[in-house]
C-alpha cells in the first residue's frame, strides 16, 4: 500500500490519487 501510495504521488494522476483517497476514507470508516 505504501509503495503504491508513492508511485500515485510520483506519477501524479489526479484521477488515480482521488480513487485511493476514496478507498481509504471508506476503510477508516469502516475501522471507525
Known amino acids: 500500500m505504501g509503495v ?3 508511485n ?3 506519477k ?3 484521477g ?3 480513487q485511493l483517497v476514496c478507498v ?3 476503510y477508516l470508516l ?3
Do not use: Q
Open 16 to 18: 488515480e490519487l482521488i
Open 4 to 6: 503504491n501510495m508513492a
Open 24 to 26: 481509504f476514507v471508506y
Open 12 to 14: 501524479g494522476a489526479p
Open 8 to 10: 500515485l504521488k510520483i
Open 30 to 32: 469502516i475501522i471507525v
